[in-house]
């Protein structure tokens, strides 16, 4: 059970990668004042929690249902991640203006979901191990170290994500600008592998040589 346990939780902490996260939500949300932030860290720690409860849940049932493969979902997470990396690339990110309170809530949510809770926090890999988790789950008990194990990691992402303003605080402005645009291409290799990885998983191209 122990085994089990460790497993699981080390298994989804390293797929879901909170510190990895970090970057991203400091470029992401460089314009929000510091309430904004921490409800986006939330928003986004709870969001990739519970999608992650979800597809533990139902992941199996809902790709045979749907007709649905992993390549296929690693190739639509690449595809939405890309579009956000050329927007903090070219600087044309919604979430760097300065827009009323209710639409600056709303950017914050819709940061909080897309990217951040998916597919950067509940990425394709994530998604696919805490499916096979729950098929591997000899009984009740390590059916709840499962859920147990994804409720854990959204309070580190939620952590690791509330670290980030001390550290904003220091880059000043324009650090922040100089990063945003170096993460957006840190982002776009990302989005480009998930591409290559669901091509690769379904078969239609050859896998790189190691």
Same mark, same amino acid.
């Given at each position: 059970?122990?085994?089990? *346990?460790?497993?699981?939780? !080390? ?22 004042? *510091?309430?904004?932030? @921490? @409800?986006? %860290?939330? =928003? ?11 597809? $533990?849940?139902? #992941?199996?049932? $809902? ?5 649905? +493969? ?6 639509? &997470? ?10 903090? /690339? ?27 809770? /998916?597919?950067?926090?509940? #990425?394709? $890999? ?5 499916? !096979? ?7 009740? $008990?390590?059916? #709840?170290?499962?859920?147990? %194990? /994804?409720?854990?990691?959204? !309070? ?10 001390? /550290?904003? @605080?220091?880059? #000043?402005? +324009? &650090?922040?600008? !100089?990063?945003?645009? =170096?993460?957006?291409? =840190?982002?776009? &290799?990302? *989005? ?9 998983? %379904? ?8």
């Amino acid at each position: 059970m122990l085994d089990f *346990a460790t497993t699981a939780f !080390v298994s989804v902490l390293f797929l879901v990668d909170p510190p990895g996260t970090v970057p991203a939500f400091i470029a992401l949300t460089a314009r929000f004042p *510091a309430e904004k932030r @921490r @409800r986006t %860290a939330l =928003v986004a720690s709870v969001a990739a929690s519970i999608i992650l409860m979800g597809f $533990a849940a139902a #992941g199996n049932i $809902a790709f045979r249902v749907l007709g649905l +493969t992993l390549p296929a979902f690693q190739i639509a &997470g690449g595809l939405v991640l890309f579009v956000v990396a050329l927007d903090m /690339i070219r600087a044309q990110r919604t979430t760097q203006e300065e827009p009323p309170e209710p639409e600056e809530t709303a950017a914050a949510t819709e940061v909080a979901i897309a990217p951040l809770a /998916i597919p950067m926090l509940a #990425g394709p $890999a994530a998604l696919s191990t805490v499916t !096979v988790l729950m098929a591997q789950a000899p009984d009740t $008990a390590s059916v #709840g170290l499962v859920f147990l %194990a /994804i409720a854990l990691t959204g !309070v580190v992402c939620y952590v690791c994500m509330r670290l980030a303003e001390p /550290i904003q @605080r220091r880059l #000043g402005k +324009t &650090g922040v600008h !100089v990063l945003d645009r =170096v993460f957006g291409l =840190v982002l776009a &290799g990302i *989005a480009v592998q998930f591409v290559l990885n669901g091509l690769v998983a %379904a078969g239609l191209v050859a896998a790189p040589p190691r």
